[in-house]
């Protein structure tokens, strides 16, 4: 597999050049780009397979350097040094990403996904959210879009259309406005961890619901909401005054 390593740190590019050369030898490394245009030149003109990618650079993000290479036929890993609700968008996105210092064995594992993803219209797919999404992050507003991963491959919706996530073991069941059910191979955690908590609250450890769709709140010895769909969804005794407030009940 032909690498291309693009970090405006020449510390950092060169550290992750000696994890692959040593730990990771089928992969050969074919440039190493401290500079943005750099990198437009070199990724353009060498057809690389995989692109390890740093976030931030001078005077343009990686984000940037992809809009102008065309067309991307390439898998990526991102680098980067982002905060946690930074890493979000890129969680969102479903595309992989090594925090620095780099782990070699978060390395392994980021590469032997990407060898297995198909280069083309899905990774494009999952850049334009990535973009989507990084754009909406500046701007505080939610992420309109998630990737979804299924046994079929990545299935991408609006965030919007979810109206409730049902916990399934080390699956996660997602029920769609519409009535569409998908199942995902992600925890209820997994899921948790990447939603707006102005929007989706943890009702009970077996369900997450998007607030925007409950329909009714009732209390009593068992407290229920029901959803828009017509599911009546248990609310934990724990987590019925996190609810009320988002409810401004």
């Known amino acids: 597999m032909r690498v291309i390593i693009v970090d405006d740190e020449i510390t950092s590019s060169q550290v992750l050049d000696k994890l692959i050369q040593h730990y990771l030898p089928d992969l050969q490394v074919i440039a190493i780009c401290n500079k943005p245009m750099d990198a437009v030149e070199k990724i353009s003109n060498l ?7 740093d976030i931030e650079l001078p005077g343009m993000t990686g984000f940037d350097i992809l809009e102008k290479v065309n067309p991307i036929s390439f898998n990526i890993i991102f680098t980067t040094a982002h905060s946690q609700y930074g890493i979000k968008a890129i969680q969102f996105s479903a595309i992989d990403y090594l925090l620095k210092p780099i782990n070699i064995d978060e390395l392994r594992t980021a590469v032997a996904r990407s060898s297995k993803l198909l280069s083309g219209n899905q990774s494009l797919e999952r850049i334009k959210i990535l973009l989507e999404n990084i754009q909406l992050l500046q701007t505080n507003d939610p992420f309109n879009r998630i990737a979804l991963p299924t046994n079929d ?10 109206v409730r996530c049902m916990s399934s073991n080390n699956y996660t069941h997602i029920f769609l406005r519409g009535g569409e059910k998908i199942l995902i191979s992600k925890t209820l955690k997994d899921v948790e961890n990447v939603f707006s908590a102005h929007t989706f609250c943890r009702v009970h450890n077996s369900h997450l619901v998007n607030t925007t769709y409950i329909k009714k709140f009732i209390k009593s010895d068992i407290n229920m909401v029901v ?8 609310v934990s005794r724990r987590k019925k005054d996190e609810l009320l407030k988002i409810l401004n009940l």
């Not at 057809?47 to 990618?53: A, G, I, R, T």
């Not at 491959?153 to 979810?162: E, P, Q, R, S």
């Open 227 to 234: 959803m828009s769909d017509g599911t009546e969804v248990e």
């Open 153 to 162: 491959g990545l299935k991408f919706v609006y965030t919007n259309d979810i």
């Open 47 to 53: 057809n690389p397979d995989l692109v390890f990618m």
